[in-house]
Structures are given as C-alpha cells and as structure tokens.
C-alpha cells in the first residue's frame, strides 16, 4: 500500500510518500520520500508564526512539494492506494490548504481520501520507525500540546494528561523571546543551557508530587521572567545560567509526570511500559536523556528503553500524516470528501 501525506497545520509545508506491507503485528512500514518546507525565514521577523503568512506560503509552495515527493518515490498519482491530509487541529487558513489540495488529488485521481488528525499522526509515527505494536505509552511534547496518551489502537487513544495552561514548547519559546534569544526559542535555549548552571535558580518543578499526568509550565515561566527582571541588566552569564536552570525544571516536570504514566501503564496492563517521545522538544537532548534513564528504570523493554523517532520525524513532516493514512486505510477506513478542516480537534 502507498500513500501521500500532505501536512500544512501550522509553518511547515510538507508531502511524503509512505509505503506499508503486511498485516497485524506483521506490518512494516518504508518512507519512499518525505519532502518539508519550513517557513521559518517568513515568519522570524514577526517572533512567531503568523497565520495568514503561513497560509499564503502553503499556497505557493505545496503543489511544487506534492510533485517533488512523488517523484523523489518513484511514483505517479496512479502508483497510490490513498491522498492523506492533515485536516486538524491547527491554523485554519493552512489546514483548509492542505485539505483542499488533497482532497482535490484523490477526486482527480479516484482514489480514496484520509482526513488525518495531526496529533494520531505524531502518535502512530513509532510504528513506522520502529514496528511498535499495541499498546504503548506515548509523550507528546510541541509547541501547541503537551500530553501523555496510551495509545491502545488506530483510533483508541486514552488522554491521561495534558497541559492545563501553556505547552511545553511554548514555554521554551515564550523564555526565549523574554531572554532575546530570538525564536523558534527551543534549539536556542538549549544551546544557551548548555553553557550555563542550572544551580544558580532555584525554579519551581510544575505538578511534581502530584498524582495524575497533568502538566504546567506557566507558572514556571513567570518564574524565569520575575527573577531576569530582579537581576537585569542580565549578562551573558545570567542568560545561560537562566536557561540551563529553567531547562532542568522543565526536564524534571516532565521526568515526574511521565514516571506516574509508567506506573499507571505497568498496573493496567501488567506488562513493562514501552515509552514513545515524539514532538519538536523530543529533540532537545537533555529531556531525551532523562526519559530514556526514566523508561529504563520503569523496566521499559523496546531497544534502549525510550522509543525516540529520529529528529526529522519529531518535528512536522508528512512521511507521519501519510503513515496514518496507511493505518486507517489497512483498517477500511476512508473519508469523504466533505471532511471539515478543524482548528481544534483532540485525540
Ligand atoms: O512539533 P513541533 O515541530 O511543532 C508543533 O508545535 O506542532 O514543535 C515545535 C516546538 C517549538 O515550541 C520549539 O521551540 C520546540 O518544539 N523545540 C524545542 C527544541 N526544538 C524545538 N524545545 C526544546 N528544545 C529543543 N531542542
Ligand atoms: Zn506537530
């Protein structure tokens, strides 16, 4: 079976082509091509990402990416069993792109259409680089969702725990830009961690000791404004010191709430937990570190413990919205081609 993605939710524009052999446990999954686009150059000037640029800029770019992915598989329109498309949650002016685009190519083409909920696609993403079967944990960590869901099935997502105010990312971002750093904040805080002594503040670790999953990164965030502003003007020093500190209480929250899903995911299932991290701030190694020691800890068995997609498939990207694709369409599942694009839409 193959199948094209096309992924326009937020600021990368991408199309990918995903192939999937075999059936149950016996499945396999192969990216034939997987072409992104960040707009990353349009929206720096403005601090983050403005909706109607990024909308714009899907326009232009995604029929040059639907071409070049094709290609780059070897393929044509005829080659394929199913268009895929990320029909939500995200922007709604670049989700209805996508959508439409997609929905226009399985019409043309008569095949059949998957409107993919982006978060399933981040979440099934494991499956494709690892094989994984049924049931395991999954931390998605963005920058506009900070859950932990035990993923039981296509379609069968348990939510144990999200954030309930901003998301991790966010919060990355949102320090960067109050520290100047400059945004996306993510890769440049943790540049500037490396440099610093996360000693030197004492920041509060959000949730931890708390039952449950949920998380908060709020709170935290005012902490680092409130103590940048009592030291200011900062030097270079502060700035390092302030990320490597605000970067440790984060890596501990989460450590925290996820070693509760652990548990919880041991008692129901009486079985050792496989732990999946996907997400642009799966990237940063200081949290991939500390769960990787997590999972190994709570005897988590697949590889090294923490099943981490490689980093090109933790960001945005296609080749996840096509393999969900794949997913639901091995499952006879397909949609029409009234599909609604929908800005908020939860596993
Ligand atoms: O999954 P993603 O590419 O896009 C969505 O939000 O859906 O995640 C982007 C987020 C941003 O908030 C960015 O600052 C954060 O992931 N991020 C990082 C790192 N790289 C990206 N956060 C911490 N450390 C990083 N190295
Ligand atoms: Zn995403």
């Not at 720096?44 to 109607?52: F, I, L, Q």
């Not at 993919?116 to 099934?124: F, K, P, R, S, Y």
């Not at 931390?139 to 725990?161: A, F, M, N, P, S």
């Amino acid at each position: 079976m193959r199948v094209l993605g096309i992924e326009t939710s937020c600021d990368e524009t991408a199309a990918a082509v995903v192939a999937r052999t075999g059936d149950g446990d016996g499945f396999s999954g192969r990216i034939l091509s997987n072409v992104v686009l960040s707009q990353l150059a349009e929206h720096t000037p403005y601090g983050g990402v403005v909706p109607e640029i990024a909308a714009r800029a899907h326009v232009e770019t995604l029929d040059g990416l639907i071409a070049q992915a094709l290609a780059e598989a070897g393929c044509g329109l005829d080659d394929l069993d199913g268009i895929a498309a990320t029909a939500g949650p995200g922007l709604i002016g670049g989700l209805l792109v996508g959508l439409m685009t997609g929905k226009a190519i399985a019409a043309a083409a008569n095949k059949p259409f998957v409107a993919v909920n982006h978060l399933e696609a981040h979440a099934l993403t494991a499956r494709l680089t690892d094989g994984l079967a049924f049931p395991y944990l999954l931390l998605l960590v963005t920058g506009g969702h900070t859950q932990i869901v035990k993923v039981e099935d296509v379609g069968r997502y348990r939510r144990w725990g999200t954030t309930v105010d901003d998301a991790a990312g966010e919060a990355f971002d949102k320090v960067a830009k109050m520290l100047g750093l400059g945004w996306p904040g993510g890769p440049a805080v943790e540049a500037q961690a490396l440099k610093g002594d996360a000693a030197r503040f004492a920041f509060p670790r959000p949730m931890t000791g708390r039952a449950g999953c949920d998380f908060s990164f709020s709170g935290l965030k005012t902490a680092v404004r409130i103590e940048a502003q009592r030291i200011a003007p900062l030097s270079e020093t502060d700035v390092a010191d302030l990320c490597a500190a605000f970067q440790a209480a984060v890596v501990d929250s989460l450590a925290d709430r996820t070693g509760n899903a652990l548990l919880r995911f041991t008692e129901e299932t009486g079985a050792a937990p496989v732990l999946v991290v996907a997400g642009g701030v799966a990237a940063n190694q200081a949290v991939r570190a500390r769960l990787e020691a997590l999972a190994a800890a709570h005897g988590a068995t697949h590889g090294a413990g923490l099943v981490a997609p490689p980093l090109k498939l933790c960001g945005d990207n296609a080749a996840m919205v096509a393999w969900a694709g794949c997913e639901r369409l091995a499952r006879g599942a397909t949609d029409t081609l009234d599909a609604p694009a929908r800005a908020r839409w939860s596993l």
